[in-house]
């Protein structure tokens, strides 16, 4: 599994956001690239037909642009467009419901469609995924085995694929968790400190 | 001090509050806990990446710089109210707390008004279409952006008067000349 090509976006959303306020279009670029995902990924779970999904992708990213002077706090731009998403993706299917007259059903079913913890949950996969993003490729690979692979696979399968002595793995592995989780620490979760406290 | 847990094992910490004594001693495997409390890692499916064409469709909103550029080329100042002389037997900065300046980007005219008051400059902007152009939603001033109140006109304050400014209108960016406020002098005889 990989992590796609290793971009360097060492920046935050408010440094993004105010680029974006300035006209730069490469930062529009490298939002639209950090946030695609995690869009797209909430219209599909609202259970959005391919096309209505296209609409919702869409319609998100043109909402935001038509609202950029309103935004006052871009460090909560990840939460402004989940929330954005979700109440495209809901209106999107009323308005589908609406033609076939089974507006009740999706009113009933929006509440499981999309709850608050999903959506969360989501906005920190997101999180860390750029974050993941964000360090060498080699971490990237080697976390990427550890954490994500479909299969567990021992230290020595995992050294094997990095092509290092097994018995350096470990420093290594923690080097990178080090550097993912400043990363984390940086995007502006204080969880990942708080909950290592209580590991200890 | 023993082999490192396994993601499995890790796993059993998390979720059924498991015990292993090699947690205590190794700060790798605390460090791995730690994160996969924080983010739910493995736990949580991979974000799904949506077709190529349709991130090109969103990154295709912004307003592309070269034609922004364009246009610029074809903007003029058509009015300025600074470049014209005082009547005769009038002396002094008479004229110059206001002033009025117009330009023409295509079939757009940017009108605007400034006044200078005792703390501060006070402009209202204003700018004309034909009915089949889209309006202009935004004045950029320097890095500030201005939206139109109920009546279409752009009004803001600001201590020094702005040399650069612009407006968005549909899918351009129009950038105006850089303007200058120092009022020209009269010329010599």
Redesign the interface.
């Known amino acids: 599994m990989t992590f796609g090509i290793y971009l360097y976006m060492p920046r935050t959303d408010k440094e993004i956001w ?1 680029d ?6 490469t930062a ?2 490298n939002l ?2 950090k946030y ?6 909430i219209c ?1 779970r609202a259970g959005l037909s391919m096309s209505d999904a ?1 609409d919702c ?2 319609h998100t ?2 909402s935001l ?2 609202n ?2 309103r935004i006052t706090d871009p460090s909560r731009l990840s939460a402004w467009l989940v929330t954005t998403t979700k109440r495209e993706a809901l209106r999107i299917r009323r308005r589908a419901a609406a033609m076939v007259d089974m507006e009740e059903d999706v009113q009933y079913a929006d509440k499981a469609m999309l709850p608050d913890e999903l959506l969360e ?2 906005e ?6 750029n974050a993941l993003k964000e360090i060498d490729p080699r971490c990237q690979k080697l976390l990427a085995e ?3 692979a479909p299969e ?1 696979k ?2 020595e399968e995992i050294a094997a694929i990095l092509g290092i002595n097994p018995s350096s793995l ?2 290594i ?2 080097r990178c ?2 550097r ?2 400043n990363k ?1 620490i940086e995007s502006g ?1 204080p ?2 400190r ?3 406290d ?3 | 001090m023993g ?2 847990l ?3 094992q890790l796993f059993e910490v998390i979720k059924e509050g498991k015990e292993f004594p090699h ?1 205590k001693d190794c ?2 495997c ?13 736990e ?1 499916p ?5 077709p190529r064409g ?2 090109d ?3 295709a ?5 070269s034609k ?1 550029k364009s246009w610029r080329e074809l903007v003029e100042m058509v009015f300025d109210s600074w470049t014209i002389p005082h009547p005769v037997g009038v002396r002094g900065s008479g004229g110059l707390s206001e002033r009025r300046i117009q330009f023409r980007a295509g079939e757009y005219i940017f009108d605007m008004r400034a006044e200078h008051r005792r703390q501060d400059w006070l402009f209202v902007a204003q700018i004309n279409r034909p009915e089949n152009l889209p309006a202009a ?2 004045v ?1 001033v320097g ?1 500030k ?1 201005i ?1 139109a109140d109920a009546a279409g006109l752009f009004i803001w304050s600001s201590k020094r008067p702005p040399t650069r400014l612009g407006f968005v209108t549909g899918d351009k ?1 129009v950038d105006l000349p850089e303007l200058a406020w120092k009022k020209p002098l009269p010329p010599k005889r």
């Open positions: 105010q974006i306020l300035d006209g730069r279009e529009w670029k639209v690239e695609k995902a995690l869009i797209y990924t599909l296209a992708f869409q990213w043109v642009y038509e950029r002077t949950g989501l920190r996969q997101s999180l860390l995924e550890f954490f994500f567990e021992s230290y470990g420093p592995r923690r968790l080090e993912l989780k984390l979760f969880d990942v708080k909950v290592e209580e590991a200890l | 082999k490192h396994t993601r499995k947690l700060p790798e605390r460090e791995a806990l730690s994160l996969l409390k924080a983010f739910y890692m493995a949580m991979r974000l799904a990446e949506p349709w991130v469709k969103a990154v909103i912004f307003p592309s710089e922004a939603s935004v950029k890095k952006e939206m960016i």
